[in-house]
């Protein structure tokens, strides 16, 4: 009960977007927290180089920001809404799918370091945090509790021991790496066939958009895509996403742009001929990895969240929207168990594989649909049926993209909600097939047999 209530001592591992948020529950809670990052503090380095410059946000991350009295300033300060796919045929016209017809609600395209520099911020205010950064995670016991981190500044190691460690460390977390060595810990590790490439469009002279900036614009080009993202300053992150060995063809600078001319072409106004050139040929494109593994624990001593947990293919836009779902989730289990920890960590990875399993698999099917279906007859029919029964019956018809993104429905429950859709729809049109059919025969005969 709450009078052997006792303040834990905590250490994250990993002061990315998961780590920082983290930190802040725990704060909240009272606990005394030591936040350790491996690169410099992320407010003192403004390019530090990072995944993706921007990213979405949504309806689970914003739940979390809300719970640490940070989601009105990202949404009504930061945050720029798109309210649906925005599709770019070869032709250069476009059209609209918008997210949620019906609601209207939106996703929300927001600056990476912005956000971990804003969560970093708002630890200041709790005189029980300390952020160390420069210090890599270098060994761990974690069944005693104990690390060690190597400062990168110095060169010197230190010991640290906790009550608790939650590696917030990504999706090459060296906790995680610690927890392979426990029996009974399941891993696999997928690396799919396409990289991703960023390339930037500037503002407009005037200052403002080149493109419409309410949108998540898209160039499906069906085995390859390119997106863009709008940022703050009204420029735009565009992402190609290729397979790797179709980047390596692209080796000088005609083939570049002959390709850009076949696929993108309204892009190349609008990146800039010489920026494009540029920028394309300045990186390497990165890959993309996707991560599951269980337990997340270790007895009562350690635990991971976030992408060193579950890392996930970028296609949904829920790989950090998952992690802070995974810091509210264990907000709610420490509330539940009056911070017995071997309760909160056992309770947490008993119940939160199956979701992020289903959210990995999601996010693998989403990226087909993104690059390919949606430019298809069949999906845009589903998507219309989706649309209109959603709004005839908004509390019983919940379409896949809204549940994900618009609810906080377990992942998993996604997936069960979508194929029993599935079937409905099926029996339905069947039923409407066989009825067509029937109508149609009895249609016949009544006009050529009587
Ligand atoms: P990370 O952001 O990877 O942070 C881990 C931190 O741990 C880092 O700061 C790292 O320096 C530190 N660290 C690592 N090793 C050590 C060590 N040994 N010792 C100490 N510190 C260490 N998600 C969305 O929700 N919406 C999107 O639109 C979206 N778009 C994406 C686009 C791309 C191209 C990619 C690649 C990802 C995208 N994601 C998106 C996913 C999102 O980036 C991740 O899910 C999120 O960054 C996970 O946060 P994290 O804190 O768990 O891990």
Known sequence: GYSNKKQLDVIVVGAGLVGSLEALYLAKRGHRVRLYEFREDIRKTPQARGRSINLALSVRGRRALKDVGLETHMIKEHGIPMTGRRIHNTDGSTYVIPYDANTKQSIYSVGRNYLNGLLLQESEQYGNVERYFNHKLIEANLKKGSLTFLKTDTNETVNVTADLIIGADGAFSAVRKAMMKQPFFDFSQKYIEHGYLELCIPPADNGGFLMPANYLHIWPRGEFMMIALPNQDCSWTVTLFMPFAKFKNLDTEEKLLAFFEKYFPDSIPLIGKQKLVEDFFAVKPSPLVAVKCRPYHVEDKALIIGDAAHAVVPFYGQGMNAGFEDCTLLDQLFQKHHDNLAEILQ?????????????????????????DLVTRPSYKFRKAMDDFIFWLLPNFWVPLYNSVTFSTMPYSLCIKNREWQDRVLKKFLSIVGIGALIGGAVAFKIKYYS
């Open 347 to 371: 309770e947490f990875s008993e119940t939160r594989w199956e979701d992020t399993f289903a959210i990995s698999d999601l996010a693998m099917y989403n990226y087909i649909e993104m690059r």
